[in-house]
């Protein structure tokens, strides 16, 4: 079984940088790709960026790609959320998970485990 807890969320005001944080307690962290997504209110949940077990590739959604950054670290079972040039539009509940593969999935049904959601909030 693996927990995920994300944090690193706030209220920023649009151009501002956040950075999420996702600590998975599992032993297969490493062996895994981890994705990001996020589902604004009234809105279905949607995939913003995922990276494979070794951060060899990465995808990104087209919104967001050229500001948000997704990397990991294995040895500290974490990964990370870089987000940059803030928009309105980027407000959200932000989840991570991890996969069930090794590669990185858009697809939010290749997910096994989620986090319970962080809250980032832009303001204009």
């Known amino acids: 079984q693996e927990q995920l807890v994300e944090s690193g969320g706030g209220l920023v005001q649009a151009g501002g940088s956040l950075r999420l944080s996702c600590a998975a307690s599992g032993r297969t962290f490493s062996g895994h790709a981890m994705g990001w997504f996020r589902q604004a209110p009234g809105k279905e949940r949607e995939f913003v960026a995922a990276i494979a077990w070794n951060g060899g590739s990465t995808l990104y959604a087209d919104s967001v790609k050229g500001r948000f950054t997704i990397s990991r670290d294995n040895a500290k079972n974490t990964v990370y959320l870089q987000m940059n040039s803030l928009k309105p539009e980027d407000t959200a509940v932000y989840y991570c998970?991890?996969?069930?593969?090794?590669?990185?999935?858009?697809?939010?049904?290749?997910?096994?485990?989620w986090g319970q959601g962080t809250q980032v909030t832009v303001s204009s």
């Open positions: 998970a991890r996969s069930y593969n090794s590669a990185p999935m858009r697809l939010a049904g290749r997910y096994a485990y």
